[in-house]
């Protein structure tokens, strides 16, 4: 059964980055039919999308999130990595990672993607 | 940038059916997903595709897509389905819906 297991600081200062990691257990982060991501949710507030990667580097970002945000992954370790820059107060957030399933639609000839299968979350605090 | 509405809050008695609904630009031209997430807990994806169950989603979740609105229909509601819920698309990344509170009365 695959998990996902969210891991970092708790506390970090503004100004600063943020860094966590997901390690993925029971499949491979190199498979073909997933992406892998980053989704946020801050106390008491709705979830917000930060972005994802496919296992060969290919990324999709948050456009408001962009600027400050970087997903990596790291195929040998099955493990992909969040950064996130500069941050701030409003940064603080319950941080889950997420493998996202892809499916065509073919009313558009386009993908899309949802994720179905969460991590259980970390809890980051931005604060001096 | 793409944007999907739902209300803030939908109240049902026990054994009814509970409508969730979530708006976009034609959205009906999409697929809709649909979370479901209890207090201190990860979200759990109720629906896919507009209507169908991952294994282990009970079959009284179901959902529709048409035109702008996508919904989830709760038939015969428990109390185990007070949540938030989330609907979710794909608009070049990943959109949520502001989330609806589920209360079963």
């Known amino acids: 059964q695959l998990q996902l297991q969210e891991s970092g600081p708790g506390l970090v200062k503004p100004s600063e980055t943020l860094s966590l990691t997901c390690t993925v257990s029971g499949g491979s982060i190199s498979s073909s039919s997933y992406y892998w991501g980053w989704i946020r949710q801050p106390p008491g507030k709705g979830l917000e999308w930060i972005g994802s990667?496919?296992?060969?580097?290919?990324?999709y970002y948050n456009p408001s999130l962009k600027s400050r945000v970087t997903i990596s992954v790291d195929t040998s370790k099955n493990q992909f990595s969040l950064k996130l820059s500069s941050v701030t107060a409003a940064d603080t957030a319950v941080y889950y990672c997420?493998?996202?399933?892809?499916?065509?639609?073919?009313?558009?000839?386009?993908?899309?993607?949802?994720?179905?299968?969460w991590g259980k979350g970390t809890t980051v605090t931005v604060s001096s | 940038s793409y944007e999907l509405t739902q209300p803030p809050s939908v109240s049902v008695s026990p054994g009814q059916t509970a409508s969730i609904t979530c708006s976009g630009h034609k959205l009906g031209n999409k697929y809709a997903y649909w979370y479901q997430q209890k207090p201190g807990q990860s979200p759990v994806l109720v629906i896919y595709?507009?209507?169908k169950r991952p294994s282990g989603i009970p079959e009284r979740f179901s959902g529709s897509n048409s035109g702008n609105t996508a919904t989830l229909t709760i038939s015969g509601t428990q109390a185990m389905d007070e949540a938030d819920y989330y609907c979710?698309?794909?608009?070049?990344?990943?959109?949520f819906g502001g989330g609806t509170k589920l209360t079963v009365l």
């Open positions: 997420a493998r996202l399933q892809s499916t065509f639609y073919y009313g558009s000839g386009s993908y899309y993607y949802y994720m179905d299968v």
């Open positions: 990667i496919y296992y060969s580097g290919s990324t």
């Open positions: 595709q507009d209507s």
């Open positions: 979710q698309a794909w608009d070049t990344s990943v959109v």
